[in-house]
């Protein structure tokens, strides 16, 4: 008989650092002295208690390596949200927060998995792909990846500066930044969003090779879309794994609830 999955309790973590990735989004690496640690890909709940007693709850990806001592959590501030703008406006190196986790076992990566990898992501979408990427690298340098990463302005790019380093220093690894509302300022970007021209390149910097793993993270339209084409392109459907950001299916990638599908 298999034993019930364990049921996850909420426990408090501590804000160890903040760091602001671009206008709008932040990167608050946590300590958590409970913390059992988890696979890349996966995700936590976010509670947060007013003083009446009223709770807000939020699902926001990992964005640091498993080998990592710190869980980074990557939040976008959206406006009319309950939890974004309070870890934006209010939240301090020092404040205790509650969350539970990890959660998730569909949207992962690990060594065992192999590859090559082909990472598609848009907007914030680009969070738990970090995590496999970062991962892949302490585990599995020589594992071929390449992520396609689609963002509407440069400022919005999350992780740029790790991800031109990483690109640059890592002979396996090949980074697409494409910029949909703007020219590209230099050649390491591209203009306009993603298309099957793109996706040809991807598979040409895989040496050709279909992917062994397929993921795809953004919001409703950015992932029916970057799905559609990877089909086209001949990626198994059982290869292609994809994960949905709550919000406005307009956006190219939210923070929020992300949903795993099978």
């Not at 008989?1 to 709008?24: D, K």
């Not at 992501?121 to 969070?127: D, P, W």
């Not at 050709?208 to 950015?222: K, Q, T």
Request: proline letters at 8%; charged letters at 25%.
């Amino acid at each position: 008989m298999n034993a019930p999955p364990e049921r996850l309790l909420w426990q408090e973590a501590s804000v160890a650092r903040v760091v602001e990735e671009t206008p709008t989004v932040k990167s608050y690496f946590l300590d958590v002295p409970s913390w059992r640690g988890f696979m890349a890909g996966q995700h936590v709940d976010v509670r947060l208690t007013a003083p009446d007693g009223y709770q807000a709850q939020r699902s926001y990806s990992i964005g640091s390596a498993p080998e990592s001592p710190e869980v980074e959590l990557v939040i976008e501030k959206l406006d009319t949200g309950e939890v974004s703008p309070f870890f934006h406006d209010v939240v301090q190196v020092g404040d205790q927060i509650e969350l539970r986790g990890p959660i998730g076992g569909h949207f992962t990566w690990g060594k065992s998995d192999g590859g090559p990898l082909l990472l598609v992501g848009g907007g914030s979408g680009v969070v738990p792909m970090m995590s496999m990427l970062r991962h892949r690298a302490n585990v599995a340098p020589e594992m071929p990846a390449v992520l396609v990463y689609s963002v509407r302005h440069v400022a919005d790019i999350i992780f740029r500066d790790e991800l031109m380093e990483r690109a640059e220093k890592d002979p396996h690894l090949s980074v697409i930044i494409t910029v949909t509302r703007e020219a590209a300022p230099d050649q390491r970007l591209r203009s306009g969003r993603i298309d099957g021209a793109l996706v040809a390149d991807a598979f040409a910097r895989l040496g050709g090779v279909m992917p062994r793993h397929a993921y795809v993270c953004g919001a409703n339209a950015f992932v029916d879309v970057a799905s559609r084409l990877l089909l086209d392109m001949g990626v198994p459907f059982p290869a292609i794994k994809t994960e949905r950001y709550g919000g406005d299916p307009a956006r190219e990638g939210g923070a929020g609830q992300p949903v795993p599908e099978t």
